[in-house]
């Protein structure tokens, strides 16, 4: 059942056992693939240094000023190959990614900021769809003239969220997004992402050290440790799943947290593509 509804899934995005280097000698990725489906939120979970951020770069085409390139495998985007793109071409293409730690323009206010995010677009509905993202984070209507760097951290994500949107995209990427926050105001950005997937129908990719919440919000996702794929699964059943409880959703009974591959009784889970 759950395998025959799961080749049935359109899928926006495949990320297809990719190697991924930088400088042509560092390597960082070892044979990830990843299935995105059209409409859904999908999370891709993990600790630090695992290759989360990588793999995003890789997507939206980011390794490429970073002296970094997907050396083996593909990633196929509406049929299309992408992998080494330039990330001009892949923002055309409809992929956005809003990286960690937000990069908002300082020195423009909020609105300019958002009118950043419409730069490719030539369809004349851009005040149309300003309008939409300010019904989606009111308080950037109420900051619309105030200067970017004067906002807190919490509004500086909202921002870099809405500017993403206004680029129109059909996936967008958000790396982070709950990195420096208050857990209220992480719950607030994640209940905004999950009404925009649903009234928008645009498909998130999100990684996330905050597996609990990420979870909450998500269809599908991955786990992701040392540049390997070693779990994936609805969000529902990871979340009850005791190993990535005790992992990622508390911490391990000696007080630190552990790793999948700690666990010598652990199988990784067969992957069928």
């Known amino acids: 059942m759950g395998t025959t509804a799961k080749t049935e899934r359109k899928w926006l995005l495949r990320v297809n056992n990719i190697e991924v280097v930088y400088q042509d000698i560092i390597q960082v990725l070892r044979g990830v693939s990843i299935n995105i489906p059209e409409g859904r939120i999908t999370a891709l979970l993990g600790p630090n ?42 923002v055309k293409l409809g992929i956005v990614q809003v990286p960690e730690g937000r990069h908002v323009f300082k020195h423009l206010t909020v609105e300019e900021n958002l009118r950043v995010g419409s730069i490719t677009r030539r369809d004349g509905k851009v005040r149309e769809d300003l309008e939409r993202i300010y019904n989606y984070f009111p308080r950037l209507a109420d900051l619309r003239h105030r200067l970017a760097g004067y906002t807190s951290g919490g509004e500086q994500q909202m921002l870099a969220i809405g500017r993403a949107l206004l680029a129109a995209p059909k996936l967008l990427l958000l790396d982070e997004p709950s990195l420096g926050l208050a857990p209220l105001l992480v719950r607030e950005i994640f209940d905004i992402v999950a009404r925009i997937n649903a009234e928008e129908g645009v498909t998130v990719l999100v990684v996330e050290q905050n597996a609990a919440i990420a979870l909450a919000v998500s269809d599908y996702a991955y786990i992701m440790e040392q540049g390997k794929i070693v779990l994936e699964g609805e969000a529902k059943a990871l979340s009850e799943n005791p190993d990535v409880k005790e992992f990622y959703l508390g911490t391990a009974k000696a007080g630190g947290r552990k790793s999948f591959r700690d666990v010598k009784s652990y199988k990784r889970r067969k992957r069928f593509m």
């Open 49 to 90: 240094g695992a290759g989360k951020t990588t793999t995003l770069r890789a997507i939206s085409g980011l390794l490429v000023p970073e002296d970094g390139a997907v050396r083996d495998g593909t990633i196929v985007y509406q049929g299309r190959e992408i992998q080494n793109l330039l990330p001009e071409q892949i």
